[in-house]
């Protein structure tokens, strides 16, 4: 499988060469991501990431980008008064993905690798900060550090179908087994990911001079395996949708998206109930000048079986300017809310959450 | 064949059908982008889509005034001068066209449509000192009524005559040559070439063998010219070239000054054309600064044979071969690689070439998957007709995630879906967040 991966990436990389660079956009966008959570939970979680992603127009129906990153997590917990630290750092996994128009635009096939450039085995005292950027709810940039070896494949159709543009795809993802945790002298434990099958539906439509995206997608896994045990922690649904139009002198977006995952079970057999996950946000644009600004606020709740519902609303600000050949998108936000966490009783209770985050994306093209 | 003739029937239908249905979508779309229009009469983007929707649908002079219309409240977008650009050139309107190519040079954002727009330049350029011609031609009366400047200088082909007719290109080389050296001085202004052989073109005006002595002037006069600068070019035998070189005053049709002439052996072309410019200079009266007459004594090339092959290029180009003419100076960069004169000149033949192939199915080709495509997606598909890639993407990027595509953002705030890659909780970040029950495994088996 490997073998026959590296023939597509080659394949891919032929073109690549004779390819004019005029096409190619890139963006990175240096950022900063932290949380502070109070007592219960007493847990600062801090990751610093720079993104990197390349697209390139290999010919006008084939597309090639390239994606990676360098993050580093920084992750501090204070129990019983002692506070211990973890952290990680480096390059993260990188993904390749080609995307390919079939006929006139309406069938596009997609496939992709994820190289393991990043960090995927950890030492133990590494673990909290490489699995708290983890978080569905706190959605970290760099939600991980590094996997295995991954191959993804899909096809996507789409047509007009009265007045909506629809689209509907299914893909295929394989992740070789790798080794997650560096155990020391105690051994190591080998970890492989059940294949991922996604359907995915979505459609759009005209709405006066604005426009209304409709999203759904359904993952299903296979069992994972992790060092004998076999588990399957359940199905995820993301719903979406987003509306976008001009309102007075300004563009407005409001968004929303949810995203259930169904009960499962852990690598020791244990059931894991199910999640949701609830965002919606709301931003206005307004040019000045040569610049736009944009303040958004976003509002997420996550319900938890058999534990408390947690908050979290962000109020943030962002502009956009263009300077020479490049686009730089600053953006600053504050969060507040609520986590759901345990108290020294055991009892399910909320913990305090604020948090910062600043980014300065930078577009070439 | 009762099957195939079937088989032939049925897939007509479904063209037929498709082909309706894209047409009904199409006014569906414009006349709901037209009812947007009139409720935000002041929306720059409403006009924009408007513009965008009816140029693809071929309503050209309606485009124009959507699009005049957004450029008027933005004269800064891109995506509007673009489409007023394609309008106009649809509309046969070359100096339209030109002008809102180059605004989209100066604010637009998509590389290979720019590189695209440069090409098309060149050809602009070439039509629109044709249709110059066209209208001066018709306009040659009232034109002609006006005297030029003396300070106004036209410098037309020179005449061949002689038994290698490979030298025969030399008669627009030389002509250059002599063109370019006049200008050196700052009290001569002198016709662009390209402008005075559009003319010579609608006139047809080199048939009557270059300019002799007081003749050839109707060109001076169409162009305000106050001179002409004419002559020939005779090749005595295998190695003497002899150059006669005349001024004509396009007011009195007669000869100014004495003319001017000399004989050399080929390899001393240039000795023998700065010789000839200096005088022509005496007898316009023109005194030369030392760094005037400095810069006449320049060489373009040390080769003959590489300035042979550039005015091979010169006629080539004069007869729209672009391609040709690339070649031709391509041959004569390599035989001098300093003649930066050539090297200039092929590249705008190749742009010109290539510009000939730059159409709006090109563009907006380039635009796919861009900023700029998105503007012209949304314009397009909004009422479902067109091309639906868009959606297709927006699908196969969700089937297909990439984390630091979402980490770098797609241009707004408002996220439509989890920033995290959910396919990731089936990766190590899963496991490691039972962090707890892992450590239970490790240390009790």
């Known amino acids: 499988m490997r073998r026959c991966s590296l023939a597509l990436l080659l394949a891919a990389a032929a073109p690549l060469e004779a390819q004019s660079f005029d096409d190619v956009s890139a963006r990175i966008a240096p950022q900063i991501h932290s949380y502070t959570i109070d007592a219960p939970a007493s847990t600062k979680i801090r990751e610093f990431s720079v993104p990197l992603f390349v697209l390139v127009p290999v010919a006008p129906r084939l597309t090639v980008d390239l994606g990676t990153a360098y993050a580093r997590s920084h992750v501090e917990q204070t129990a019983l008064g002692k506070t211990t630290t973890s952290d990680i750092a480096g390059l993260t996994d990188t993904q390749i993905r080609a995307n390919y128009v079939l006929g006139n635009d309406f069938v596009v096939l997609t496939a992709g690798v994820n190289l393991p450039t990043g960090q995927s085995r950890v030492p133990l005292d590494q673990v909290p900060a490489a699995s708290l950027i983890g978080s569905d709810f706190l959605g970290f940039p760099i939600s991980n550090m590094g996997t295995g070896f991954g191959e993804t494949g899909g096809i996507v159709v789409a047509r007009p179908v009265s007045d909506w543009n629809v689209g509907a795809g299914i893909s295929m993802r394989r992740t070789e087994r790798y080794e997650p945790f560096d155990a020391g002298a105690e051994g190591t434990l080998r970890y492989q990911p ?80 199910h999640e949701d996950i609830t965002s919606a946000a709301v931003s206005y644009a307004l040019t000045v000048g040569r610049a736009s600004i944009e303040p958004n606020v976003e509002a997420r709740s996550w319900a938890q079986q058999d534990a408390a519902t947690s908050f979290l609303t962000t109020v943030g600000v962002r502009s956009q300017l263009d300077a020479g050949g490049f686009t730089l998108m600053p953006g600053v936000g504050y969060s507040l809310g609520r986590v759901a966490a345990q108290d020294p009783g055991g009892a399910d209770v909320t913990a305090r959450l604020r948090g910062f985050h600043a980014t300065l994306t930078i577009r070439l093209r | ?33 037209e009812s ?68 989209y040079l100066a604010y637009g954002k998509t590389r290979g449509v720019k590189k695209q727009i440069s090409q098309r330049l060149v050809v602009l350029a070439r039509k629109e000192n044709l249709l110059a011609a066209k209208q001066a031609v018709a306009r040659e009366r009232q034109l002609s009524s006006v005297s030029g400047s003396p300070r106004t200088v036209a410098v037309l082909p020179f005449k061949f005559s002689g038994a290698d007719t490979s030298l025969a290109p030399l008669e627009r080389g030389f002509a250059e040559l002599v063109a370019t050296d006049l200008s050196r001085s700052s009290q001569l202004t002198v016709v662009d070439r390209a402008r005075l052989q559009a003319l010579l073109d609608e006139i047809h005006l080199q048939q009557t063998a270059g300019v002799q002595e007081g003749s050839g002037v109707r060109a001076g006069k169409i162009l305000q010219a106050g001179r002409l600068v004419g002559g ?119 742009s010109a070439t290539e510009g ?89 088996p």
């Open chain 2, 356 to 444: 000939a192939d730059v159409s709006a199915t090109s563009l907006q080709s380039s635009l796919d998957r861009t900023s700029e495509g998105a503007v012209v997606a949304a314009a397009t598909r909004a009422g479902g007709a067109g091309s639906t890639n868009g959606q297709a993407f927006v699908i196969a990027d969700g089937l297909n995630p990439s984390v630091a595509g979402a980490a770098t953002g797609s241009g707004t705030t408002i996220p439509t879906q989890p920033q995290k890659d959910p396919s990731s909780g089936t990766g190590g970040d899963n496991v490691s967040t039972k962090t707890a029950i892992i450590t239970i495994v490790i240390h009790h």
């Open chain 1, 194 to 273: 059940g294949n991922e099958y996604r359907a995915r539906v979505g459609a759009d439509h005209a709405v006066g001079t604005g426009r209304v995206t409709l999203g759904f997608t359904y993952a299903t896994f296979g069992n994972d395996e992790l060092a004998g045990s076999i588990y399957n922690t359940g199905n995820r649904y993301i719903t979406q949708v987003a509306f976008t139009d001009d309102v007075g002198p300004g563009k407005i977006g409001v968004g929303a998206w949810n995203l259930l995952r169904t009960a499962g079970t852990l690598a020791d057999s244990t059931f894991l109930g």
């Open chain 2, 36 to 103: 947007a229009s009139t409720n935000k009469p002041e929306s720059e983007a409403a006009q924009r889509s408007l513009g965008i929707a009816y140029f693809q649908a071929n309503r050209y002079a309606d485009a124009r005034s959507a699009l005049d219309r957004a450029s008027s409240m933005d004269p800064r977008d891109g995506v509007v001068a673009l489409y007023r650009g394609l309008t106009a050139e649809a509309q046969d309107d070359v100096s339209t066209a030109r002008s809102a190519y180059e605004s």
């Open chain 2, 232 to 350: 020939t070019l005779s090749q005595l035998d295998s190695n003497q070239l002899r150059a006669d070189a005349f001024i004509t005053n396009v007011q009195t049709t007669e000869s100014e000054g004495r003319g001017a002439n000399d004989q050399r052996t080929l390899d001393q072309l240039f000795a023998l054309e700065k010789n000839i410019v200096l005088r022509l200079l005496a007898d316009m009266g023109v005194t030369l600064t030392t760094a005037e007459r400095d810069s006449i004594e320049q060489r373009p090339t040390r080769s003959l044979a590489a300035f042979l092959a550039y005015s091979r290029g010169l006629e080539a180009e004069d007869d729209g071969r672009f391609d040709a003419a690339a070649r031709y100076y391509d041959n004569a960069v390599r035989l001098d690689p300093n003649f930066k004169s050539a090297r200039r000149r092929s590249q705008d033949a190749k």
């Open chain 2, 1 to 33: 064949m009762r099957i195939v003739r079937g088989s032939l029937l049925f897939a007509g239908l479904i063209a037929a059908n498709a082909c309706a249905a894209t047409i009904a979508s199409s006014a569906d779309n414009i006349a709901r982008l």
